[in-house]
């Protein structure tokens, strides 16, 4: 662990406290100052899950060798939140990229070779920035998949009332009039 590190993991609180601040200023202010003051887990179950996600989060970038299977785990409920409030993806990764200048203001006088260190602290946090955003992305595309599914189901649902749907063995759920389907429109093999 370099000295920029470990000054870092002896600041640990007041960075967490810091980068929680710097998630929290991507949400529209009424909704930032919300998560900010409620720490009870059932009032406030998104804030609560960010600050924990980000104090262990800090931890794990901290570590000589970060392990990305696991910054991908803390990072998938920060993800998921930015992915349904619409956020796109370079608003709901930008937080990675503020513990930067985060440790620049507040580790920078302690730390001969500081920017060296910094140099190797921010290939790291490059490094979950691309994780985030793959966590991101997947998020965004599953809820992509629940919108089609939803819309699909509510309209197999509509031509069913209407009678509108037949179901063909050799073709599965097709939209056709039940009339063309009694006049034959489909033969069997």
């Not at 696991?70 to 998921?80: G, Q, T």
Request: aromatic fraction near 8%.
């Amino acid at each position: 662990m370099t000295k920029l590190e470990k000054d870092a993991q002896s600041m640990h609180s007041k960075i967490a406290a810091m980068w929680f601040d710097a998630v929290l200023a991507s949400y529209p202010y009424d909704k930032n100052k919300f998560l900010a003051t409620k720490d009870d887990v059932f009032m406030n179950p998104v804030g609560v899950n960010i600050r924990e996600s980000i104090k262990i989060l800090l931890t794990e970038v901290l570590n000589t060798k970060p392990d990305y299977d696991k910054i991908s785990e803390l990072l998938d409920p920060i993800m998921r939140i930015g992915a349904v409030q619409d956020f796109g993806p370079g608003k709901a990764c930008a937080f990675l990229f503020s513990l930067k200048e985060i440790l620049r203001k507040e580790v920078k006088d302690k730390s001969k070779g500081f920017y060296e260190e910094l140099d190797q602290l921010s290939k790291k946090l490059d490094m979950a920035a691309l994780v985030g955003f793959e966590k991101y992305m997947e998020c965004r595309e599953k809820i992509f998949e629940l919108k089609a599914r939803h819309v699909k189901e509510r309209t197999l649902n509509i031509l069913r009332v209407h009678n509108i749907l037949a179901e063909v063995e050799e073709v599965g759920t097709e939209i056709i009039t039940h009339e063309v389907f009694k006049q034959g429109g489909f033969e069997q093999q």
